[in-house]
């Protein structure tokens, strides 16, 4: 790659931060995956992010064009401005500018989950489609609406919160503050609590699950019940049905409202 055909693609969520070298085709090259150290705080993480941007700008052998950072949370477009991100925790922090300053190259900030709408659009499973809705599950829930060709971005640049629309109105707490939301039955997050609540009211229906964390409740988390349920586990294979039906409704209504 030269310094003219690529560029740094940056993925900040709750439980990860990945960042690659990507060129003009939307290709990979070189990837790095740190854990998002929530606990430490916002310079914690921007000091990772900006380590692992200069290692793979050393590795490519020039410096990028520039810096796209999706981040799990509601943005300011104009600033880059990281309004709300409830999984990191965290509340009016200027990404954009802090990044700028530490690396001297061009960054843009948005939300993950759209930047990842944007990508399937145009190089995935989305080419050639003018309406199409992505749903992504990982530590919480997000997508990406195209209607007409255009991807919908709302008044105040939040549309596509779809982990929070409400399926069940007297459905368990989310990190948002709502009750029922989707992501609150079907976040990484959700099934971990899920996982973790079910286990103590039942030690030994959590047996394997509790064996998978060495014993320690509170490290049994939304991936130890996924390799349960690929083993068998009763109590696992119930949670991740819960949470399928929970997507199941809630793609549906997607649907509804959107004929994509």
């Known amino acids: 790659m ?3 055909l690529w560029a740094i693609g940056v993925d900040l969520g709750g439980t990860k931060v990945e960042v690659a070298a990507v060129d003009s085709g939307g290709q990979l090259h ?3 995956r740190l854990p998002s150290n929530v606990k430490a705080g916002p310079a914690a993480i921007q000091a990772d992010i900006v380590a692992a941007a200069r290692d793979l700008s050393e590795r490519t052998g020039s410096p990028p064009v520039g810096v796209g950072v999706g981040v799990a949370g509601q943005i300011d477009p104009e600033q880059g401005l990281v309004q709300f ?12 500018k802090d990044l700028r300053k530490a690396l001297g190259w061009s960054v843009v900030v948005t939300n993950d989950v759209r930047a990842a709408t944007w990508g399937e659009w145009l190089h995935g ?6 309406d199409l809705i992505c749903l992504f599950v990982g530590t919480g829930i997000g997508g990406g609406v195209v209607s007409g060709g255009k991807i919908l971005t709302g008044c105040t640049n939040t549309a596509g919160e779809l982990g929070h629309i409400v399926i069940d109105m007297n459905g368990p707490s989310c990190t948002c503050g709502n009750r029922g939301c989707l992501e609150a039955f079907a976040g990484g997050w959700a099934i971990a609590r899920q996982a973790q609540e079910a286990i103590s009211l039942d030690r030994s229906a959590g047996a394997y699950l509790l064996n998978s964390a060495a014993g320690q409740l509170e490290a049994v988390t939304a991936e130890f019940v996924a390799r349960g349920a690929n083993a068998g586990d009763p109590l696992a294979l119930r949670i991740i049905d819960e949470a399928t039906k929970a997507l199941i409704v809630g793609a549906v209504s997607l649907v509804n409202a959107f004929n994509p």
């Open 30 to 32: 070189h990837r790095l």
């Open 125 to 130: 499973t989305g080419q050639g489609c003018d």
């Open 2 to 4: 030269t310094a003219e």
């Open 85 to 96: 991100a409830p999984n990191l925790g965290w509340r009016d922090v200027p990404l954009q």
